[in-house]
């Protein structure tokens, strides 16, 4: 079903440039911070154009309530929440269906990574909100995890790298993949796609679709996806490395 209104531009692309100037295979201007929030045992903040995202990691701790608690693994639980303020049209406070189903895939792409079976009977409680919202907030904030996860020191098999792509038409009505979404993308094209990998085990951790894609679009959006992704992964590992490089100066 065609995610585009009549009363919205028809086309996203123009002389081959997206609304925002990028060309479809660029993401938008990143930054990654860890360390963000001295009370948590790790923390790491996201920017991603107009998105903005902060995650906070407490634990591994005793994990309550105790009916909840694997003998052989731990538990990775994640609240991601969407700050009131975060959009144009002010959301009700609290966690709505959306939040909860953001939070139930997160925490099973992380519970991939971790080495939960180090820490039986134990939580790893990640907080992923978002300050800031301009789509692809799933995928920041599952960055943002992933690097709050590594600067609290919990052993993981790999980084988990995430971001959007989708299809979007041009002024002439040809259609094209493009990586990164952002809001009008988002709301107007015609699919999208969150998608999510573990680059050193090569990996998919996270692939949800919403609209249409051929099997041909998709494949070439992952492809760029995954091109993509290569640059993130070098941007978290770098983010990580920063506090220390800084402090050995």
């Known amino acids: ?8 531009p028809k086309f996203l692309i123009k002389s081959g440039k997206r609304l925002d100037g990028r060309k479809p295979d660029e993401v938008r201007p990143m930054e990654m911070t860890v360390g963000v929030i001295p009370n948590a045992d790790g923390s790491a903040m996201v920017v ?3 998105t903005k995202v902060i995650a906070a990691v407490y634990g591994p701790r005793e994990l309550h309530p105790r009916h909840q608690v694997l003998n052989h693994k731990a538990r990775v639980r994640v609240k991601y ?3 009131s303020f975060s959009v144009e049209d002010r959301k009700r406070p609290g966690p709505g269906r959306r939040e909860v189903e953001i939070s139930k895939v997160l925490s099973e792409a992380l519970e991939r990574v971790v080495l939960t079976d180090r820490f039986p009977m134990c939580a790893i409680d990640v907080f992923v909100t978002v300050i800031q919202a301009d ?3 799933r995928v920041a904030g599952l960055n943002a995890a992933s690097m709050a996860l590594a600067d609290a020191g919990v052993p993981m098999r790999d980084l988990v790298v995430s971001l959007s792509f ?3 038409y041009d002024e002439k009505g040809a259609g094209h993949m493009v990586v990164d979404l952002e809001k009008e993308e988002d709301n107007w094209g015609m699919g999208d796609v969150a998608y999510a990998v573990a680059p050193a085990l090569n990996e998919i951790l996270l692939l949800q679709m919403d609209g249409d894609l051929t099997p041909e679009e998709f494949a070439k959006g992952r492809q760029m996806a995954d091109e993509a992704a290569k640059a993130i992964y070098d941007m978290q590992k770098q983010a990580l490395k920063a506090p220390y490089q800084e402090g050995s100066k």
């Not at 079903?1 to 919205?8: A, F, Y």
């Open 135 to 137: 789509a692809s907030t």
């Open 1 to 8: 079903m065609s995610k585009m209104s009549d009363d919205k």
């Open 166 to 168: 989708g299809k979007s």
């Open 81 to 83: 929440n969407m700050l």
């Open 48 to 50: 991603c154009g107009k």
